[in-house]
C-alpha cells in the first residue's frame, strides 16, 4: 500500500520531492524506488486509490497529535 510507503518505516529510505516532468528513472537506473503521491497546494494529506480518496486530514491536525505525546512527557 502507498500508505506504507509514506508512513512506514524503512532504514534507508529516502523521500523525495521533484518537479512533475522529472525524469527519476533516469536519475535512479536500477535503485528501487516507488511514487507515493504529488504535492498539492492545499496544507492537508489525502490518501486516494484509484482517484477514490479514502482519507484526508489538515497538516495541522496531524502535527497537533504528532507532538502531544511529547507534551504529555514533558509536564
Do not use: C, N, Y
Not at 529516502?14 to 497546494?41: C, N, R, T
Not at 486530514?57 to 502531544?68: C, Q, R, V
Amino acid at each position: 500500500r502507498r500508505d506504507a510507503l509514506l508512513f512506514g518505516e524503512f532504514t534507508g529510505s529516502v523521500l523525495l520531492e521533484v518537479a512533475q516532468d522529472f525524469d527519476v528513472d533516469k536519475l535512479l537506473g536500477g535503485i528501487p524506488h516507488a511514487w507515493v503521491g504529488e504535492v498539492m497546494p492545499e496544507p492537508r494529506i489525502s490518501l486516494a486509490e484509484s482517484g477514490e480518496v479514502f482519507w484526508q486530514d489538515e497538516i495541522s491536525h496531524l502535527a497537533e497529535a504528532w507532538s502531544k505525546p511529547f507534551r504529555e512527557v514533558l509536564e
